[in-house]
């Protein structure tokens, strides 16, 4: 893969690039396999970023995201609409247009938002919407608009993403468990590895999956929740292994209600930038059996975004 570029832009300081040059996933990807979680940055000489981002990052384009998909060996990929864009969704569809049905995408909208312009979105490939609860990534948006539009995109047969961090969900709880539909929840609610898996925050989670089985999650981002690693680097087999029994919990309880993506190119990270071929490796740490891996990587994915 091509090296990020920059563009015309000041990058945030500190930002670290995605990784040139991954290592080939010695774990051999089942056919039809879907990286359920990945994002478009830009380029920003032809998709600006939205004025109101809290992040300015490198270029990460379509065609570096196909390129990844071929050299780690899988078929689809669900793009989820990146922040720094905010609901300026043209670098998503453009993506989506170019990848020839091999793509679906989660937008992000606002409530003005009209039926023609979410006409056109599904037309494209987008599946889905995402609701950011993370503070530090994006402004407050009041609860009644959110519910708007979990409501209008109902009839596309679209499903909410939600990202958020373990500590907000009891806030959270009372307004994620009125959602309509399938709902989605982003890197496993972002809990903190450090603490037990059969603790409490961690325990409020499964409670969420078990008591509302139209709640999925994504067992994605061991790099961001990673506390002892080892990282993913230097041909690491057993990368974020702090990170296992949470991942592993959840493919374990809910394997229908799973998914898997490589969250290319990474954004935010602030202490290194894993090989994306190891991250594949971490896979069978998680979903050790072929039946685990198939519904994971497949069955999950394809049937969610592509009704298969």
């Not at 990146?82 to 247009?97: E, F, I, K, Q, V």
């Not at 059969?198 to 067992?219: I, Q």
């Not at 990170?243 to 969250?263: H, K, N, Q």
């Amino acid at each position: 893969m091509s090296k990020p570029t920059t563009g015309d832009f000041t990058k945030t300081p500190g930002w670290l690039d995605w990784y040139a040059g991954p290592s080939k996933p010695r774990f051999k990807l089942p056919a039809d396999s879907v990286d359920a979680h990945c994002h478009v940055f830009g380029p920003g000489a032809e998709f600006p970023y939205a004025p109101e981002r809290k992040y300015t990052p490198c270029d990460a384009s379509k065609a570096q995201l196909f390129a990844l998909r071929d050299h780690l060996g899988f078929g689809k990929n669900v793009i989820v609409q990146a922040t720094c864009h905010g609901a300026d969704n043209r670098a998503l569809l453009d993506a989506l247009r170019a990848a020839n049905g091999r793509a679906r995408g989660v937008a992000t909208v606002k409530r003005s938002v009209s039926d023609g312009e979410l006409q056109a979105m599904h037309d494209a490939g987008v599946r889905g919407v995402r609701f950011n609860f993370v503070k530090r990534l994006v402004d407050f948006t009041p609860k009644d608009e959110l519910l708007e539009i979990a409501g209008r995109i109902a009839q596309w047969g679209w499903h909410v993403v939600i990202y958020f961090e373990a500590v907000d969900l009891p806030e959270l709880w009372s307004f994620f468990t009125a959602l309509p539909g399938t709902v989605v929840v982003d890197h496993m609610g972002r809990p903190d590895v450090s603490k037990p898996v059969d603790g409490p925050e961690f325990g409020l989670f499964l409670k969420f999956m078990r008591e509302h089985g139209n709640v999925w999650s994504k067992v994605t981002c061991p790099e961001r929740l990673s506390v002892t690693g080892p990282k993913a680097l230097s041909g690491e087999q057993n990368a974020y292994s702090d990170v296992v029994p949470f991942a592993r919990r959840l493919v374990d309880e809910f394997p229908d209600r799973v998914l898997w993506g490589t969250d290319w190119p990474h954004p935010n990270l602030k202490d290194h930038m894993p090989d994306d071929g190891l991250l594949v490796d971490f896979i069978p740490h998680i979903a050790p059996t072929p039946e685990q891996q198939r519904k994971l990587l497949v069955d999950n994915p394809n049937r969610l975004y592509w009704g298969a």
